[in-house]
């Protein structure tokens, strides 16, 4: 008995030492850019300020949308690492993906937040190229 339940516990209690190193997450922002206007940086699918408790228990059974933003966390992640067209091509396809139709283009940045002190730095790793907003919805639709 003793043996079942040790081969049981690792499966139920997750091990963290997979993680080669824990460092900050980066994170991704856009713009659109209609003819000479650009527009302010924003955050691709904030995190909400809140949650209730059933909104937890039902995120804990199924939630797409997270599995969606790990995916995009990977992508960037690759595309510091080792910089790929794929990686780019997939963060533009779900960013516009998740904006309203309109004309223009869309650019994203890979920026990392970290804190010196009581500070909190962010720190713009990568910047992409314009991308026009219609050909990308047009590609994801």
Known sequence: MLRLLTLF???????????????PSPRIEYRLIAGESLGGWQE???RPASLGVGQI?????WNPDWNEQLYLVSCSERLIEAP????IDEINLRVARAL????????????????QGAQI?????????????????GASA
């Open 9 to 23: 516990l690792p499966t139920v209690i997750p091990s963290w030492r997979f993680f080669k190193t824990v460092a």
């Open 44 to 46: 691709d699918r904030p």
């Open 57 to 61: 228990l039902c995120r804990m059974l």
């Open 84 to 87: 790929s067209q794929h990686s």
């Open 100 to 115: 309203p139709a309109g004309p223009g283009a869309l650019q994203f940045r890979l920026v990392f937040l970290s804190r």
């Open 121 to 137: 730095v962010k720190l713009v790793e990568y910047e992409s190229t314009p991308v026009s907003l219609a050909s990308l919805q």
